[in-house]
């Protein structure tokens, strides 16, 4: 099948994939080739550099630069050592062949051409050499520049110049041999391993990268996740305490007026605009549940639990093999619903968290009633024994987080110098109406 366009010919899939490859090529090697690319210094947050001093550490990130340096002086010393020319001559040919390496620091594509036109040059200077056309210097130095250039690049343009400097060497043979060992096989073999070992390594590399970022991204899609369900499970357990008051207020104003003789009809009234008030807002209230509850939420069976209810949950949890202790301080007087189903839960799920993470530990419990508010302090040792903590989905503390935010409270959750873990949680708690004390549990 050809592809056509509006006032042009039929082009064939052949045409299409030779013009692809033309136009990769002209996109890798040709296209801004001598544009202003320096080498990146080196990340000192690598497993090696990340133990090397600190003082040490600030220098290390010019080793990539200082290496290419040293081996583009190699290159020069070794022309000049291994020339047949006169001295000058061999300096001038390190110089040439050294010149394309150093371009790689800040021109990798045009350091390539540039060590093309060093080896045609060379080529033709030296068409007695009988290793032609790259002598042992431009042989060195030409691997060396495709290998950074390949090291900076893609494993694309590796490709490209792997071919290019296949036909640059049978192009040559053709043109300008005149019956010398060519060196054209030994070029094209020990270019093309080590071409293919960085491509290798860049394609792993930017696979890890890839796996990363998609890592990174699954994780805030975790968190964001888990932040919405903690949310939509306070909902529904603050539906049910304000449901509860919401109805207690309906039926009281509903029987008010018949707890006084011959009440004024503006009582009444009062009462029953009361009473409607509360039944719209119960209806209201479960209907915003209802768009929060998932299809298989059931509604619970019991009242929701208060710190009134905290020896239970402190008995099951030693039941389960967490030794724990429970400490109140303070007058213990009744909360708003909304701080004791709140503190409860803040308490379950650090107890829970030990459980899990600290098996065999000691934990303590403490609740303090203070003035302005509520105290809780959950603290646990490291895990003892043999057992091993099991792995937990991060949600805890998530949870925890979020229920003391709800009520404009702090928290602080941490490791112990002791190697155990620490949730403190103050919820602060208005004293506009008086509350009636009771005795601690």
């Known amino acids: 099948m050809s592809e056509t366009t509006p006032g042009a010919t039929p082009r064939t899939p052949e045409i299409r994939l030779a013009s692809g490859l ?3 090529l002209r996109q890798d090697l040709i296209t801004d080739a001598f544009a202003y690319r320096p080498l990146p210094p080196l990340r000192t947050d690598g497993p090696l550099t990340r133990r090397l001093p600190q003082r040490i550490r600030k220098e290390a990130v010019h080793l990539p630069h200082a290496a290419v340096c040293v081996f583009a002086f190699f290159v020069v010393t070794f022309a000049s050592v291994t020339s047949h020319q006169s001295q000058a001559g061999g300096l001038v ?10 371009m790689t620091l800040v021109r990798p594509v045009g350091a390539f051409w540039a060590a093309v036109a060093v080896t045609l040059v060379l080529s033709v200077v030296n068409s007695w050499d009988p290793n032609w056309p790259w002598s042992p210097t431009t042989f060195v130095s030409y691997l060396a520049t495709m290998t950074i250039v390949a090291m900076r690049t893609s494993p694309r343009t590796a490709g490209w110049m792997w071919l290019v400097t296949v036909a640059i060497g049978v192009g040559t043979s053709i043109v300008l041999g005149h019956g010398q060992a060519l060196n054209i096989g030994p070029m094209a073999f020990v270019s093309a391993i080590a071409l293919l070992t960085v491509s290798v390594r860049n394609i792993r590399r930017q696979a890890e990268q890839q796996v990363t970022a998609q890592q990174e991204v699954t994780a805030v899609e975790r968190d964001r996740r888990t932040l919405l369900e903690e949310r939509t499970t306070i909902a529904r357990e603050l539906h049910d305490v304000v449901a509860h008051h919401m109805s207690v207020v309906a039926i009281q104003a509903e029987a008010a007026p018949y707890r006084v003789k011959n009440p004024p009809p503006e009582l009444e009234a009062a009462f029953v605009t009361i009473r409607e008030n509360a039944v719209a807002a119960l209806t209201e209230l479960r ?21 009134a209810s905290l020896d239970g949950l402190l008995a099951n949890v030693r039941e389960a093999g967490l030794s724990v202790d429970k400490t109140v301080t303070g007058a213990v007087r009744e909360l708003p619903p909304g701080v004791e189903l709140s503190a409860y839960r803040i308490i379950q799920e650090a107890l829970s968290n030990a459980l899990r993470h600290a098996p065999g530990a000691t934990a303590g419990v ?4 203070v003035l302005g508010g509520l105290g809780i302090r959950v603290v646990n040792e490291a895990a003892t ?3 091993r903590p099991s792995p937990g989905a991060g949600q805890g503390i998530t949870g925890m987080r979020e229920r003391v935010a709800m009520l404009e409270g702090e928290m602080t959750a941490g490791e112990t110098s002791a190697g ?5 949680v103050f919820i602060p708690v208005p004293s506009g109406r008086p509350e009636t004390a009771k005795e601690p549990a």
Do not use: F, H, K, N
């Open 420 to 424: 155990g873990y620490e949730v403190a």
């Open 287 to 307: 209907r915003v549940l209802g768009v929060v509850r998932s299809a298989d939420y059931e509604a619970p069976d019991a009242p929701q639990p208060t710190l």
């Open 385 to 387: 024994g043999d057992a």
């Open 22 to 24: 033309i136009q990769s």
């Open 93 to 102: 040919m390190g110089l040439m062949s050294g010149a394309p390496v150093v």
């Open 366 to 369: 403490e609740v303090s009633y």
